[in-house]
């Protein structure tokens, strides 16, 4: 088995990369030299903004746009990333896959629509499955994927059904995953956050403060969850010598619900 990732460069493609848990999963990452690959999928000047946040860090990083939503792009969105990796790195091979990029949808059973339910599940679950699968072929050997999930897939809240029940598909893929990419040294793990202050649902947890004190009143470490918390984690999931985790669910949560 070809272990290509202790001798090259090692590369993260970050989807959602621009904002949120995925930007501060890149900062943690360029920060131990790792180079990004990072996508947005509207707001460009976001994703221009971070990478030259990155950049000013001394890390090589480069922002592609991504639909997860629109699967026929992906082997289009495939072939950007080869290019991408052969102009910057001169390399054929991603080291790491964060699967990251999604939304929030608010809405009860009885408020949730079949398009609401559908954009969820093309974004999170069949955009995760089938941009895998693209991306497969550019993932080193021994190479490692995250997964992220939710806090929500193993508590319940209110508003949260169709969205959740994504996430619990993202794990039970994680496992499927890792059993098949196994065969060649790549491992699958989920992380699943808790509630976590970024602009994800509109920002609720951080700029409501009723839902902020909720939060924080539910979770042992007694404060809601700081992107630093999820980006410092998933670093420490994906350093070199922390090879061995795989098809687990980490929840990085201060622990919520518990
Ligand atoms: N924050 C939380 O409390 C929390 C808790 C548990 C799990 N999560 C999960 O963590 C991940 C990141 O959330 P976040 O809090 O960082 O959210 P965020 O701050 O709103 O950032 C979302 C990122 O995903 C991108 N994105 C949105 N829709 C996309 C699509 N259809 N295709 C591709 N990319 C898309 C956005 O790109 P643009 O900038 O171009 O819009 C942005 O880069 C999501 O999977 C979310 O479900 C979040």
């Given at each position: 088995m070809n272990h290509s990732t202790s001798t090259s460069p090692r590369i993260a493609l970050i989807t959602g990369g621009s904002r949120g848990l995925g930007?501060?999963?890149?900062?943690?990452?360029?920060?131990?030299?790792?180079?990004?690959?990072?996508?947005?999928?509207g707001n460009r000047a976001a994703a221009e903004a971070t990478v030259a946040e990155l950049q000013a860090l001394g890390s090589k990083a480069v922002a592609l746009q991504l639909d997860l939503a629109n699967s026929a792009s992906f082997p289009a969105f495939a072939q950007a990333v080869r290019t991408a990796l052969q102009e910057h790195w001169?390399?054929?091979?991603?080291?790491?896959?964060?699967?990251?990029?999604?939304m929030g949808m608010h809405a009860t059973i009885e408020e949730t629509t079949e398009a609401v339910f559908d954009e969820l599940f093309n974004v999170h679950l069949k955009g995760m499955f089938f941009l895998t699968q693209a991306l497969l072929p550019l993932?080193?050997?021994?190479g490692r994927i995250i997964n992220i999930s939710s806090g929500l897939a193993r508590f319940s809240l209110p508003g949260?059904?169709?969205?959740?029940?994504?996430?619990?598909?993202?794990?039970?893929m994680t496992r499927?995953?890792?059993k098949e990419f196994g065969a060649r040294g790549i491992s699958v793990?989920?992380?699943?956050?808790?509630?976590?202050?970024?602009?994800?649902?509109?920002?609720?947890?951080?700029?409501?403060?009723?839902?902020?004190?909720?939060?924080?009143s539910q979770t042992a470490l007694g404060r809601a969850g700081l992107p630093d918390d999820i980006g410092a984690a998933i670093a420490?999931?994906?350093?070199?010598?922390?090879?061995?985790?795989?098809?687990?669910?980490v929840e990085v949560s201060g622990g919520m619900f518990i």
């Open positions: 930007k501060n999963t890149a900062l943690h990452l360029a920060r131990e030299g790792v180079g990004i690959i990072l996508t947005y999928v001169q390399s054929e091979r991603l080291t790491y896959l964060v699967n990251n990029g999604g993932l080193a050997d021994g949260y059904a169709a969205y959740a029940a994504m996430k619990g598909g993202v794990e039970v499927y995953m890792a793990n989920t992380v699943a956050p808790g509630a976590i202050e970024t602009d994800f649902g509109g920002g609720r947890v951080r700029d409501n403060a009723q839902l902020n004190a909720f939060v924080a420490s999931l994906l350093r070199p010598d922390n090879g061995w985790i795989n098809a687990q669910r």
